[in-house]
T-cell receptor, first 114, second 110 residues
């Protein structure tokens, strides 16, 4: 099993450009998450999907959209990138229905917006 | 003030030393996680605790629910333990999400 995979690993964008970060998991997990990690701050939740067909805003959703394409895939879209969105983005998934259960993280996507 | 406070922020140790990293949180929780993030970024879950103590190899995690405090101990530390250690808490109920601390950067020197 590959676990949680993310593409791309690195990306440089210019202000105003758009892009989609892809995430897939092969563990048949119900819940999937997108986080951003910035220096000096803890991981912050952008959006999550508790199950296929549902998505909800997290702590910092502004400037992002998500799609839960199917049970395996959860994508994050930046419609008009801004320098403030320079960050490392992590996708995660969780199998059970108890939110406190272990989450499995992808390797991260490093995004630089110029 | 962050809801989850970790200390120290940075820690340098010599190989073989016993290491303790602390995590404090502000209100009652349902579960607490310890995570490890290696240079290069990958994040791995080490423990999930709701009470007591758990041990895995040289790692020991404890939690005191009354004092709202958890510790992660590393015995006989090794340079390969060098990483960022992150505490995250789950409050349950309406919050229903993990809240992460800012992490403790550990460097173990040979």
């Amino acid at each position: 099993n590959a676990g949680v995979t993310q593409t791309p690993k690195f990306q440089v964008l210019k202000t105003g450009q758009s892009m989609t970060l892809q995430c897939a998991q092969d563990m048949n997990h119900n819940s999937m998450y997108w986080y951003r990690q910035d220096p000096g701050m803890g991981l912050r939740l952008i959006y999550y999907s508790a199950s296929e067909g549902t998505t909800d805003k997290g702590e910092v959703p502004n400037g992002y959209n998500v799609s839960r394409l199917n049970k395996r895939e959860f994508s994050l879209r930046l419609e008009s990138a801004a320098p403030s969105q320079t960050s490392v983005y992590f996708c995660a998934s969780r199998g059970g229905y108890y939110e406190g259960e272990t989450q499995y993280f992808g390797p991260g996507t490093r995004l630089l917006v110029l | 003030k962050n809801e989850v406070e970790q200390s120290p922020q940075n820690l340098t140790a010599q190989e073989g030393e016993f290491i303790t990293i602390n995590c404090s949180y502000s209100v009652g929780i349902s579960a607490l996680h310890w995570l490890q993030q290696h240079p290069g970024g990958g994040i791995v879950s080490l423990f999930m605790l709701s009470s007591g103590k758990k041990k895995h190899g040289r790692l020991i995690a404890t939690i005191n629910i009354q004092e709202k405090h958890s510790s992660l101990h590393i015995t006989a530390s090794h340079p390969r333990d060098s990483a960022v250690y992150i505490c995250a808490v789950f409050y349950g109920g309406a919050t229903n999400k993990l809240i992460f601390g800012t992490g403790t950067l550990l460097a173990v020197q040979p």
